[in-house]
């Protein structure tokens, strides 16, 4: 019994609470990565990738710390100090390179379509491509509220002191002590406890005892022992008066608890979003490689029949130039291509590891999608004002933001509170003893003090000589300006919280009314895409069958294969930013991760 009650003290005095336990740092990879490993590459399917994130990806693994730090917040406030506040800070998945015909943007705003032609990159690092830009959830920023009125520490607090004295002091009359030198040998041995109350109250309770021996003469005791047993208590009765009051800071470690999941949930869906994103764009990279392959081929193969017909003189040499060019044209996109494909591919790797290229093994691997991209026939969508609905009921943004705003309003109740009087009932009761051995030379004993410390204590617990009291404390400030303007400061901020929040909740409807016209526009992109390949594809056959027989030039038949290229790269892009818009669609409305089949529970403990 001692043991556990030891163990349980040393638990409290070391802070090794299971509720604040938290998972250790490990750089290691999740054994996935290896289980997808053949041959030397990863394959890689979309639910492949956001399994490795979520177990890997160091965003998320950061703010797992999050949710212990939401317990160790209600710990405190349990305890009666205040809350030190959570990161909101959430951190986006890298932008990436883009997919086909998207040009190699700088931040998450910005679009654009790439012109036709072939291009050289001249810029090396591109960071708006590579660097995480990070969002900022906090409605109030940098600026928090004010605590308000102190409130009293609810964990009890136990002192002891055990002290001796050697004390020589020099007297100037003799008469006083009967020696010119006065000696003092004491031993203090006092215990104390003091608790607050969530009434405001505080109270503590002391138990001094003392033992004095010294060499003075006229004292009537020599030795002799004193003991104090007291009660003090101490209870507002305006300013800091109050169970709600003092309890304000439990209920927003609560709010902070669930803001601090909501946090978690948040980063999950961005990182989720940014994955689907990234391993979208790296499918369609992929097959505009193989279609700027394809390309080649077909320009190699001019060439071949360009030179077949200058060697038999049915051909001007000029036609074997401009074959010639198309050609090598053709493999600088080729090389542009496959560039976009290995920056994408590294992004991907960072993204689903915890160390990226610093595993060897990993930075000798190519990706290799197992996925592809396709366009359902038809989109099984509800009316955009439910979605919206939907959106404002389920996203993690705007619950954490409206629980933000609570916390606020609950903490005005101590600004409020810290303008009123201090009005404060005290209350103390003592009782004291005093016992010792009758001086032979002193003047004077009384005999009720003869004794040892046994006597004194006894009479402390008979309540022989008791000391009482009570009153009231006022402290009424002339002008509170400081509590005052704090109190104004803080209604402020919660007026610009509830702006924030109607900010927060108008973008939300605009993600949503945004992603549903990117999916009309994607598919109606692919079905003009599609339709521009068979028709191009018509066109550059009619057109090389007329080469062939000499009716046509080399110039033509580059034109009809350069815009048959651009046609099938437009279908790629097409399909690309259709499965994104969708992805964003379901971001947007908040179901993104049961979409995907993406447990919330399996996300925290990191293994899928």
Known sequence: MCKSILSVLLACWLGAWPGVAAPQVSFQNSPRVHELMRAGNLYLSLQDALALAIENNLDIELERYLMPQGDAELLRAQGGGTVRGLNFTIAEVPVGVGGPLSPVVTSAASAGRATAGTSVVTNALELGVLGEPQDNYSLQGTIGQSNGTAIPVYDPVATGLLNFTHQTTPQTSFQSYGTNALVTNTTTANAGIGQGFVSGATASA?????????????????????????????????????????RRFIRIAANERKIASLLFQQQLIATVYGVIRLYTDFVALTEDEKVKQETVNLAEKLQRDTQAQVD???L???????????VFSARQDVINAHGLVEEQEAILKTVLTRRGNDDAEIRAAHIIPTDTLTIPEHDDLQPMQDLISGALQNRPDVGQARLQIENSVTGLAGARNATLPEVDLVGIMQNNGLAGTANPLGSFAYPG??????????????????????????TLPIHNRIAEADLARDELQVKQSQVRLGQLQNQARLEVEDALIAMRRSRASYLAATEATRLQQESLEAEQSKFEVGSSTSFFVIQYASLLAQAKSTEVAARSSYVKAKAALARATGSILEDNRISFDAAVRGKM
Request: proline letters at 4%; hydrophobic letters at 35%; zero cysteines.
């Open 206 to 246: 002391s138990f001094s005892n003392y033992h004095t021996n010294w060499n003075s003469i006229t004292s009537g005791f020599n030795p002799f022992s004193g003991s104090t047993l007291g009660v003090t208590v101490t209870q507002p009765l305006l300013r800091g008066f109050g169970a709600s009051l003092n």
């Open 312 to 314: 038999v003189g049915t």
């Open 316 to 326: 001007a040499r000029v036609e074997l130039a401009r074959a010639s060019a198309q």
């Open 449 to 474: 003090y003869n004794g040892g410390y046994g006597s004194a204590l006894e009479q402390v617990l008979a309540h022989n000589y008791p000391t009482y009291g009570i009153g009231v404390q006022v």
